[in-house]
DNA sequence: AACGGAATCAACCGCTGCCAA
DNA sequence: ATTGGCAGCGGTTGATTCCGT
């Protein structure tokens, strides 16, 4: 097999995501799903590789993700499961809704691994002394926040359950779309013009440059459907040729 | 207040398996 | 049966944040 390019070679950013780049990949993602994650950056006018944007929606971006401190039901949970699949993350992740193969993988090696062993020692773990996400939950309270914004998400999937998007879309917008029109087969891609990302960029609010997470505006009280459209027509307004597809 | 070590977690790397040609 | 392209997975890394001194 010959292995893609990795993204340095291809001149494509790494690294940490800017809000602006999530706004873009969920705005994207919310509209036209993800049929094709390596066509999906270049058609979205992002300069990140397909991997990646999978990896950032998956992982954090996805709107059924419930954030915060794992509960001491679910760190039990996730135990029983280690035990018998053993370092199968994204299976565990199958039976935790909300929860993501890398955020298990993580409380794992940080929590239980060292509870575990120290429980096996006859002492008392030590307790977790913090968790706190980088750009959403600034304390308890917003984990309870997330918790409970979590809770009201209509279904949640797991991570693993998750192979297209148009699941999480369509339900969180209440459209109807059918899959074979929702999903990206090249011919769906047609009509989303070719952006570049600076054109994103200069489209973007203050709005929404002032939120913890591009969810919070987007998920914010008119953030519907509706809201995305809108967003769109900014943003294709903002250029001279660009036209919304038909879908 | 400043510093250094520990903890956390987002993101990357590289491999595997699946599927279509 | 083989090859190439892709998505997904698990391991690992490195930047950031926290906490104790």
């Not at 917003?142 to 809770?151: C, E, G, N, R, S």
Request: glycine share 6%; proline share 5%; aromatic share 8%.
């Amino acid at each position: 097999m010959v292995r893609a390019p990795c993204c340095e070679k291809m001149g494509l950013k790494k690294g940490p995501w800017t809000p602006q780049e999530d706004l873009v990949l969920i705005t994207y993602i919310s509209k036209f799903g993800h049929g094709n994650w390596r066509a999906l950056p270049k058609q979205a006018g992002l300069l990140r590789c397909g991997k990646s944007c999978r990896l950032r929606w998956t992982n954090y971006l996805r709107p059924d993700i419930k954030r915060g401190n794992f509960t001491r039901e679910e760190e039990e949970m996730i135990i029983s499961l280690h035990e018998m699949l053993g370092n199968r993350w994204s299976a565990i992740a199958a039976k935790l809704p909300g929860r993501t193969d890398n955020e298990i993988k993580n409380v794992w090696h940080t929590h239980l691994k060292k509870r575990l062993s120290s429980d096996k020692a006859g002492n008392q773990g030590p307790v977790p002394k913090r968790r706190k996400t980088r750009c959403c939950d600034a304390d308890a309270d917003a984990d309870a926040d997330a918790d409970a914004k979590a809770a009201e998400s209509p279904a949640r999937t797991s991570c693993s359950d998750i192979s297209s998007s148009s699941d999480v879309t369509r339900e969180s917008n209440e459209t109807e779309i059918k899959d074979e029109e929702y999903c990206l087969q090249d011919s769906c891609l047609e009509g989303f013009p070719e952006i570049h990302e600076s054109f994103w960029f200069d489209a973007l609010s203050t709005d929404y440059a002032n939120t913890d997470h591009p969810l919070d505006y987007l998920a914010a009280p008119n953030g519907n459907d509706e809201e995305m459209s809108y967003w769109l027509k900014v943003f294709m307004e903002a250029g001279d040729s660009l036209q919304l597809p038909e879908i």
